[in-house]
Nanobody, 120 residues
Framework: EVQLVESGGGLVQPGGSLKLSCTGS????????MSWVRQAPGKGLEWVSA????????WYAQAMKDRFTISRDNAKNTLYLQMSSLKSDDTATYYC?????????????WGQGTQVTVSS
């Protein structure tokens, strides 16, 4: 059974930083691209970023491109999202998503999400 467990969310002030982690189990971690997807209160899902199976390529939504960094440590079966210069608009539940092999747009499995709140 695929399991994805996010951690690292919390309350942070505008302009602050936060690092999210996602540990995967029940599958071969380095067989899949991975993504972060978020959902703000009352809004739909928004893709944030993706990383290739080996970390060799990364992609970002335009609004996050210069502030967020996605990475992965396949030896630890862990995906990361380093977020900086956070804004109130970044308040959302952040989900770790496993892709179907390396098709980053085919979202196969989801974590339970971790809440990020940006507020003073």
């Amino acid at each position: 059974e695929v399991q994805l467990v996010e951690s690292g969310g919390g309350l942070v002030q505008p302009g602050g930083s936060l690092k999210l982690s996602c540990t995967g189990s029940g599958f071969t971690f380095d067989d899949s691209a991975m993504s972060w997807v978020r959902q703000a209160p009352g809004k739909g899902l928004e893709w944030v970023s993706a990383v290739r199976w080996d970390g060799g390529s990364t992609w970002y939504a335009q609004a996050m491109k210069d502030r967020f960094t996605i990475s992965r440590d396949n030896a630890k079966n862990t995906l990361y999202l380093q977020m900086s210069s956070l804004k109130s608009d970044d308040t959302a539940t952040y989900y770790c998503v496993k892709a179907y092999t390396n098709y980053i747009c085919l979202w196969e499995s989801w974590g339970q999400g971790t809440q990020v709140t940006v507020s003073s």
